[in-house]
């Protein structure tokens, strides 16, 4: 259950941006060929910014860690207006707001990124671990890559300040593929790798086999997203699977980081597994229905509802 001792269920920890997002190509151009969009969306971006916005619009008590640069009022107010609290983002006032072009179709999207003041983050976040300004939440979820040097230290200092700590490090091949990481994903509560990601730290294809694979190298929860097969889950040395929901994907962006919300928003509440399971991926499947990472994601009374009408199977 939440702890209510704590200003928050969770502080959301990564890199911000605002995402500039095109769609609706004709033809996907070739070097030196230009393609012209049918649609346009300014939007939040960033794992940490769509999986807090997911976990407040589910209900739950969601904070923002990260840094935006100069031109950060209009990110803010947007997350104020998402009733995330913004109380631990800082500036940069020396950069711009991160940013990225994204690229966006029904199957899938590309992205092309400045990463602005995003370039203080991995100091501001050690920082403020050392001193435990995260004290004030229950769990904290990393939405980035860690340095694989200073990653042990960086999770023993947040595990001191009392929280429970899950990580989607998105796609970093030389992360993923580094051996480095084995010694850290034991040390996590909850891991979130969709199948590229896990295949590439595994090099198993088969859902079952990879999470025996993480389940051996000591990993006691891992949130496997499997894009239009669903979604797979260990926990405890027990696999569970849920089947895809029949929805119209209209843009994939910040679908994973839903599932994330999903997922823990069940998890910090003390759901079973089942319902985290199936929380993770009703979240992940509706966010495509919209443009954006949330706007399609079903508010907490709704997710309920959906609850109720799904099962997993084991």
């Keep these: 259950m939440p702890d209510r001792a704590k200003a928050f269920d969770a502080i959301v920890a990564g890199e911000l941006y605002t995402d500039l997002i095109l769609s609706g190509f004709d033809f996907w151009p070739r070097p030196g060929q230009e393609a012209f969009a049918k649609e346009f969306h300014r939007e939040m971006g960033g794992g940490a910014v769509n999986t807090a916005c997911a976990l407040a619009k589910l209900g739950s008590r969601a904070a923002v860690f990260g840094m935006v640069g100069h031109d950060g009022d209009w990110l803010i107010r947007q997350l104020e207006d998402s009733a995330v609290d913004t109380s631990h983002i800082s500036r940069d006032a020396a950069e711009p707001t991160a940013f990225t072009v994204a690229v966006s179709t029904p199957e899938d999207r590309s992205f092309l990124t400045y990463p602005g003041a995003n370039r203080s983050f991995p100091k501001a976040i050690a920082e403020a671990a050392a001193v435990k300004r995260l004290a004030q939440a229950a769990h904290v979820h990393l939405a980035f890559a860690p340095d694989l040097a200073t990653a042990g230290d960086l999770l023993a200092a947040i595990r001191a300040n009392g929280c429970t700590i899950s990580l989607d490090v998105g796609w970093h091949e030389s992360w993923l593929k580094d051996a480095r990481m084995r010694e ?20 198993e294809n088969d859902p079952e086999t990879i999470l025996r694979w993480f ?14 097969r669903g979604a797979a889950l260990l926990w405890d040395g027990e696999i569970w699977f849920d089947a895809p929901l029949p929805v119209t994907p209209i843009d994939t962006t910040g ?13 910090l509440k003390g759901d079973s597994p089942e319902a985290c399971l199936r929380s993770a991926n009703i979240c992940g499947a509706f966010s495509t229905e919209a443009y954006g990472g949330v706007a399609g994601l079903p508010d907490g009374a709704r997710l309920n509802e959906l609850l109720r009408a799904r099962k997993c199977e084991r």
């Design 184 to 203: 850290i994903l034991p040390l996590l509560d909850v891991f979130f790798p969709n199948e590229v990601e896990a295949h590439c730290i595994t090099g």
């Design 215 to 228: 389940s051996d190298a000591g990993l006691r929860r891992v949130g496997l997203k499997l894009g239009a």
């Design 255 to 267: 679908a994973g980081d839903c599932f994330n919300g999903g997922f823990l928003h069940s998890w």
